[in-house]
């Protein structure tokens, strides 16, 4: 397996340039973009801007792994609004086409959500309702995902929906795309599960993972911690992603970062890896 970084670990201040920089220093093989709403990488991004993104990566010697959103938090795939679910499978298109050109194979989606705690006043859709919209939307944008040769990687998160590998499992081969399938993130399920299970459940259909830790006993927003200071059995993790016969990116991101020093989580967490992965 490969190791990369989300650009979400890095200072908010640091631009894509100077996160790249510091992912190569770091020991880092690869980066996670991610597509914004304004600014750099937004929404307004051009071709021409996308492959200079693209151009300070391979300058760098790193690889650009996949393309993140956190747009999804505010226009859900699920929402009870029109517009709104419009806008999510606006902004998946556009997430496809610059992963298209920043020669990225996998992007990676929230499926949407029936509620989500850590965002006040979020709207609330019937379960049964927000899984009929969310498989609606991906067999349509599978369509897209497949003309351009990347792939849409649905993330478990604190969403209240697809709460179980089985679910998910269930509801990728509903959708029944080659292009449509798992951004597995290991943290996520903590509170609830054990990756080791999900893995072994969503077995090939796992396009991406994503490396965080978790400690049960702090709960909430506050149990995410520094990778080998949580409850996750990375040994088994790691097993896990072998049995599968997963060779791919495992992808760092880092939350909540440090209130002072902010690159050292960087450094921390490529020497937390390399442990994970065996490479000490």
Known sequence: MKKGINIWSFPSDSTVYESI???????????ELSLNETGELGLECTEKELLTYKAQAEDAGIALTSLASGLYWSYSLTSNQVSTRNKAKDIVK????????????TILVVPGAVGVDFIPD??????????DYALEAFREL????ESLKVSIGLE??????LLS???MRDFIDKV??????????????????????????????IKKVHFKDYRREAGGLYGFVDLLAGDVNYPEVVKALNEIGYDDYVIAEMIPPYTHHTKQIIYNTSGSMDAILGRN
Do not use: T
């Open 21 to 31: 920089g510091l992912a190569k220093k770091a020991g880092f093989e690869g980066i």
């Open 122 to 131: 979020c709207e609330v859709v019937p379960y049964d309702q927000a899984y």
């Open 156 to 161: 478990n998160v604190w969403n209240k929906f």
């Open 176 to 205: 029944n795309s080659p292009y449509v399938g798992s951004y597995f993130d290991v943290g996520n399920v903590l509170f609830s599960g054990y990756p080791e299970h999900w893995i072994k459940i969503l077995n090939k259909r």
């Open 94 to 105: 556009k997430q496809l086409e610059s992963a298209a050109i920043l020669g990225v194979d």
């Open 142 to 145: 599978a369509e897209v995902a």
């Open 165 to 167: 590998p089985l679910e």
